[in-house]
């Protein structure tokens, strides 16, 4: 496993010794014959570089699967392009991006990030959707990137520290929806973009894809065409995903999203099926039911993890520090046992039902609904779209002026809004190439753009990775998505249905109980770990001379939470949560 790094610099000699403090030294360096640049693989630290490879004078670098081999291997012939028989998806990707530009790129579909070396520019690529991550920045008159943020962060010249606008964006979100990273200097590439990094320092970006509303008018009344051709996508989408000679392992949690991928794996794989879930105590509500109704209706080989709260103190700062940027979800440790079982049992890939809700309209959406159903603008209540959209996340945003010290309170006075990563999509201008018209396929433009790519598969594809595994999704496959937004509004959010043409595409392979249940979500017990077996970790840390010291929380704050008392509810323990996820990030990257 091995992650990877590249440097643009005045002199070769630079560019080495950039790429060797980055971590690449020794065995995991690769001598390219650029002047003025160097790149190495960074052995180690989970993940699936592959390079150097070369096209047509381009030297590049790469974390590439790709899901669609055949599509994209008849377009470089049609354009009369030899491509080497057995060559890597890196390769065939750089051979994509050489011949055929960024329409090439928007050709592929899969998980990758590539770096390529163009002369005097380095060029960095990203999926459409961001299954995988790619960071970047600038210090000495060099450019570096990789794909390992930890690799920036021990890169001398750059020298970062820790960037105050996204802690704050992280206690807002639960996450870091933009460019933004928790290291000063350090930027990440957005999903469906290309990057052009130039020696002068200039930066020029282009899109290679966005999700586009394309409605047909007068809309059918018969959805019919529309949910027979979703059908067609989501098993093209599983199919391409199933690995080749091997059992298929599915997370199952028993909703409709990973059940319909359990059943479309188990209709169209020659191998048999495994399926996996989680249990955090049988006094709790839970999805079991519904799981191993799935589970049974699709003859798969089923287990149950148990996951105690013992275990999740024991193994909460291993998984913090796995994740480039901190994502404040109590199902990271579950999520990091899942794959460890997974790969226990000898598979190499993993599928899941991720991207249902952000794709198709979950009913997370309803809040935003309802608002805009019952604004009145000009009203002293009234809330801008973009501001009721953050209260909507229910998290630290509210409590921020409690939370924080003076001093950072001051330090971001004149930060720009958490807002500004929202407004794009929520409300966008005439012109914006963001622009949709229904409000719900703003929300779910907005939801696919920052969850879904900064949160959702991020942590997916971290934790999977730490495992020697791949965890795909299908339900994000681009041409799904593209689908989805030219499906009209009313077959996904019908009447009360939410993800009403999802359900119906694949109501012939599950039992009615599953696909018309109402959707419950994981019920994690966060406030019992934090007053059980989290309580002293949570004490020591974040009441410890290390963590006041950094000057980002009051303390009288931090004890009346860990009391459970104060301006808690709703979502007690989800806001502790998000402190002390951030607390153990920052300690693993010395911040």
């Known amino acids: 496993m091995a992650r990877f790094c590249v440097c ?6 630079q560019a080495r010794s950039h790429v060797e403090a980055m971590g690449a030294a ?12 160097d790149l190495g693989l960074i052995a180690g630290e989970p993940g699936r570089a592959e390079g150097p490879f070369t096209a047509y004078g381009l030297t590049a670098v790469g ?4 899901h669609n081999r055949p599509a994209l291997l008849s377009a470089l012939h049609a354009e009369g392009t030899p491509v080497p028989a057995r060559c890597s998806d890196g390769e065939l990707l750089l051979h994509c991006w050489a011949r055929l530009g960024d329409a090439g790129v928007a050709l592929a579909e899969g998980m990758f990030v590539l770096a390529v070396l163009d002369g005097t520019d380095l060029i960095l690529i990203r999926d459409h959707v961001g299954a995988r991550t790619l960071f970047y920045a600038r210090a000495e008159g060099a450019w570096a990137a990789s794909t390992s943020l930890r690799a920036l962060r021990r890169w001398p010249a750059l020298g970062t520290s820790m960037n105050l606008s996204a802690v704050r964006s992280f206690l807002t979100f639960a996450y870091l929806p933009g460019e933004e990273t928790l290291l000063t200097g350090v930027r990440e590439v957005l999903p469906g973009r290309v990057l052009r990094l130039a020696q002068d320092g200039t930066v020029t970006e282009a899109v290679h894809w966005e999700p586009r509303e394309h409605i047909a008018q007068p809309v059918p009344q018969d959805p019919t065409e529309h949910v027979l051709a979703l059908r067609a996508l989501l098993e093209r989408a599983t199919a391409d995903r199933l690995p080749e000679a091997e059992p298929a392992a599915v997370l199952l949690s028993g909703g409709i999203d990973s059940s319909l991928v359990t059943a479309l794996a188990a209709k169209l794989h020659s191998h048999p099926v495994h399926t996996y879930s989680i249990s955090f105590g049988d006094e709790l509500p839970n999805e079991l039911g519904y799981s191993g109704l799935v589970a049974a209706h699709c003859h798969t080989r089923h287990r149950v993890l148990d996951v105690s709260g013992k275990t999740v103190a024991s193994r909460l700062a291993e998984a913090a520090a796995l994740l480039d940027s901190p994502v404040g979800d109590p199902l990271t440790v579950p999520n990091l046992l899942l794959a460890e079982a997974v790969a226990a049992d000898g598979a190499s890939v993993v599928l899941n039902g991720e991207g249902g809700d952000p794709v198709f309209g979950g009913p997370k959406n309803l809040p935003m609904l309802v608002q805009e159903m019952h604004r009145e603008p000009g009203a002293l209540w009234d809330e801008d779209r973009a501001t009721a959209y953050l209260r909507s996340y229910r998290k630290c945003w509210t409590d921020l002026p409690t939370l924080l010290t003076a001093q950072t309170l001051d330090a971001l006075r004149d930060a720009p809004r958490p807002q500004r990563f929202v407004e794009p999509y929520l409300t966008p201008g005439a012109d914006s190439p963001h622009r949709m018209g229904h409000l719900l396929n703003q929300l779910l433009h907005c939801n696919l753009r920052t969850k ?17 595994i791949e965890g795909r999704a299908p339900l994000f496959d681009r041409r799904v998505v593209d689908h989805a937004f030219a499906t009209p509004p009313t077959y996904k959010l019908r009447g009360s249905a939410e ?6 595409a694949v109501r012939d392979l599950l039992p009615d109980t599953v696909v018309d249940r109402p959707k419950s979500g994981m019920r994690v017990p966060v406030q019992q770990w934090l007053t059980g077996p989290l309580r002293d970790l949570g004490n020591d840390l974040l009441l410890s001379r290390q963590s006041t010291g950094r000057g980002l929380f009051r303390p009288d704050t931090v004890r009346t939470w860990m009391k459970g008392e104060g301006m808690l509810l709703p979502r007690q323990g989800g806001k502790l949560w998000l402190v002390l996820t951030l607390e153990l990030w920052l300690r693993s990257y010395a911040l």
């Open 8 to 13: 643009l610099a005045p002199t070769t000699r």
């Open 26 to 37: 020794g065995t995991g360096r690769a001598a390219v014959d650029v002047a003025g640049a």
């Open 452 to 468: 879904g790519a900064h949160h959702i598969l991020t942590k997916v594809e971290r934790l999977t990775a730490s495992q020697g």
């Open 499 to 504: 993800k009403w043409i999802l359900k119906e």
């Open 63 to 66: 974390e590439v699967t790709l």
